[in-house]
């Protein structure tokens, strides 16, 4: 059985004086990681003890764990520094042309937006599609409309940052196949806390900024990019080591023109190394631990605000078992007051879209969150 006990003593000692949700805007750090990243910035320092070869195997090393978290292959990877360049890369990159349409789901995060948006200066549409009465994307919809064949692309969140509305990727998967429509995920707030399988369910791109559920440093993260679609897809921006052989530094100007066939092609070195020696730091761990391992923890976790909810008939704007994750969003009538007494009482939560946004991790307890929603019940 997993001790997360241990776990929470040993990796997260802070948690003796803070209940901390809001793994879904800042994860924290490991202990493990944070001196991962203090070693690496101290060989830094002095950068004679970093050798080139300890550089690049980082990286080598960060790919690997990345493909395993959602049972890629490393060559399918690229790293990248946040979420943002992964939308932007299959923005930008993906064979789209004048009159296409990009569908994604109205109440998106804007990361998953803007870099769609800004494709209207080529004459490429975004439509946001209607979310249902509760405010969670319309999969029927989606479904239905991504058989319009000038639909090009649906862009998703797999879990949503204000509603924890997680899609049912299994479905828009095999729809997207049918239609030979382009799916591109954001799997920001989902990787780390639920498992994913992307032979089993595929998608075309899966961007990912480690920052948040794999409480990576700030700088971490990469994009998936399905090995059939790679060698397809140019890089909208173009690094320095994104061509066969250019890891060979004795003849960097021979400007070698063709372009790696992995996923190395859309990588925009130099990369924080320090952040990803530290990412893999945090990524072994919860693969260690088990992602599913982790899932499970965190139903237990989250139960006792969801009884207390049941209980006193308070809505929550997230949703309950497979559409839903570890994130709950709760409606109260005062979000000011409950926020307030929240971290009066030592609880760091957030507020998103009108709601109280508790999003707890693999650190968190159950007897925390029974705290919790006693807490809230005062500000009822
Ligand atoms: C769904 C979603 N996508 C992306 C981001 C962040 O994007 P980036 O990693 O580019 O900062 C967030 C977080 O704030 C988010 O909730």
């Given at each position: ?5 241990h ?88 064979p ?93 707030q ?51 080591l ?12 021979r ?11 859309f ?34 976790v989250?139960?006792?605000?969801l ?74």
């Amino acid at each position: 059985m997993t001790d997360f006990t241990h776990i929470r003593c040993e990796e997260f000692p802070w948690t003796a004086e803070a209940v901390y949700l809001n793994a879904a805007g800042i994860g924290p750090l490991p202990e493990r990681t944070r001196r991962a990243v203090e070693e690496f910035t101290r060989l830094r320092a002095a950068p004679h003890r970093l050798p080139d070869r300890t550089l690049f195997a980082t990286l080598a090393e960060s790919r690997r764990l990345a493909a395993r978290l959602i049972n890629a292959e490393p060559e399918e990877i690229a790293l990248a520094t946040n979420t943002s360049y992964g939308i932007n890369l299959a923005a930008r990159s993906l064979p789209l042309e004048r009159g296409d349409l990009v569908l994604a789901s109205d109440r998106e995060f804007p990361a998953n937006v803007y870099p769609w948006m800004a494709l209207a200066e080529r004459g490429i549409g975004l439509e946001l599609a209607p979310t249902t009465p509760d405010g969670w994307p319309d999969e029927d919809f989606l479904v239905e409309r991504i058989a319009d064949p000038r639909v090009r692309v649906l862009a998703v969140s797999l879990t949503q940052f204000s509603n924890s509305y997680t899609v049912n990727l299994a479905r828009l998967s095999a729809a997207a196949r049918a239609t030979g429509t382009f799916l591109v995920v954001d799997a920001i707030q989902a990787l780390g806390q639920m498992p994913v399988d992307v032979r089993a369910t595929p998608v075309d791109l899966l961007a990912c900024g480690a920052q948040k559920w794999l409480l990576s440093p700030w700088g971490s993260g990469f994009v998936y990019v399905r090995r059939e679609l790679l060698r397809a897809l140019p890089p909208a921006d173009v690094g320095w080591l994104a061509y066969e052989g250019t890891d060979d530094f004795t003849r960097l100007t021979r400007y070698e023109p063709t372009l790696r066939s992995d996923g190395r092609r859309f990588e925009l070195v130099t990369l924080p190394f320090q952040d990803f020696a530290g990412m893999n730091a945090s990524v072994g761990l919860l693969l260690e631990l088990g992602i599913e391992t982790i899932r499970r923890h965190l139903a237990e976790v989250t139960a006792p605000v969801l009884e207390w909810a049941d209980r006193r008939g308070v809505r929550l704007a997230s949703p309950r078992g497979p559409r839903g994750s570890a994130i709950l969003c709760v409606e109260l009538p005062d979000v000011g007051t409950a926020y307030r007494k929240l971290r009066e009482a030592g609880v760091f939560a957030t507020v998103r879209e009108g709601s109280i946004r508790l999003s707890p991790h693999l650190y968190n307890t159950p007897e925390e969150l029974a705290r919790v929603a006693a807490v809230l019940d005062g500000a009822l």
